[in-house]
């Protein structure tokens, strides 16, 4: 595949609901032949991944609100401006820590992230009844939950 020029005006990026989350593909990993992704996530609080760990990196960029994060054994609550880095093979979650939804980067290298958000969108439309389903979807996609 060739890589292509992207422009994705306000709006125009494809929107997918994960559990409680909206995630916008600003660059689908189509465009970039896999080597990364960038979506925006509005999270509402107490929304958000509990601790996973996969082989690829990630990152996160706080546009607006308060999101708590765990990365290994630490926890911090972002505010706009932050810059969290996950490695691959770290754990790491997050969670919207402010009263209105928290806006969020994530950027992801290489992608892997999007199939999972598609079939979460797809497969667990019925919160919380169906959220038994998220940790073999993600299993599926090369995402381990921590056990509590």
Avoid at 20 to 37: H, M, Q, Y
Wanted: net charge negative; with cysteine.
């Amino acid at each position: 595949m060739e890589k292509e020029a992207v422009v994705v005006k306000q709006g125009e990026a494809e929107a997918l609901s994960v559990m409680g989350v909206e995630v916008r593909f600003l660059c689908d990993p189509t465009r970039t032949d896999k080597a990364w992704s960038l979506m925006e996530a509005v999270v509402p609080k107490d929304a958000g991944p509990p601790p996973h760990e996969h082989a690829w990196d990630e990152a996160y960029y706080v546009i607006d609100g308060e999101v708590r994060f765990t990365i290994g054994e630490r926890s911090v609550t972002a505010k706009p401006g932050d810059f969290i880095y996950a490695p691959g093979g770290t754990l790491h979650g997050f969670q919207g820590a402010s009263k209105r939804p928290a806006r969020i980067l994530v950027f992801d290298s290489p992608a892997h992230t999007d199939a999972f958000f598609r079939e979460v969108a797809r497969e667990v439309k019925e919160l919380p009844r169906e959220l038994a389903k998220v940790p073999a979807i993600a299993e599926r996609h090369n995402i381990h939950f921590a056990h509590s």
